[in-house]
């Protein structure tokens, strides 16, 4: 059986512009640092942070309750 924090959360991603989704999934789903994504994804990390505040926000609880599941680190 799926629980609904992480289909829920998968859906609010749907929602996301791009960027700021796979900033999203490499903090939450893979645990990159914000300073990784940062250099990763070629942007300044002030705007990492931001993207990812905006997201869960955005998000809600959504997001944290899918967030403490195990992460996948590759």
């Not at 700021?20 to 300073?35: D, I, K, M, Q, S």
């Not at 070629?42 to 955005?58: C, D, F, H, N």
């Amino acid at each position: 059986m799926v629980r609904a924090e992480p289909v829920a959360a998968l859906w609010c991603l749907g929602e996301l512009d791009e960027q700021p989704r796979r900033a999203v999934l490499l903090a939450y789903l893979y645990g990159f640092t914000r300073e990784e994504i940062s250099a990763g994804l070629g942007v300044r990390l002030g705007t990492v942070k931001t993207w990812i505040r905006r997201s869960v926000e955005r998000g809600g609880s959504k997001f944290t309750r899918a967030a403490q599941t195990p992460r996948i680190r590759i």
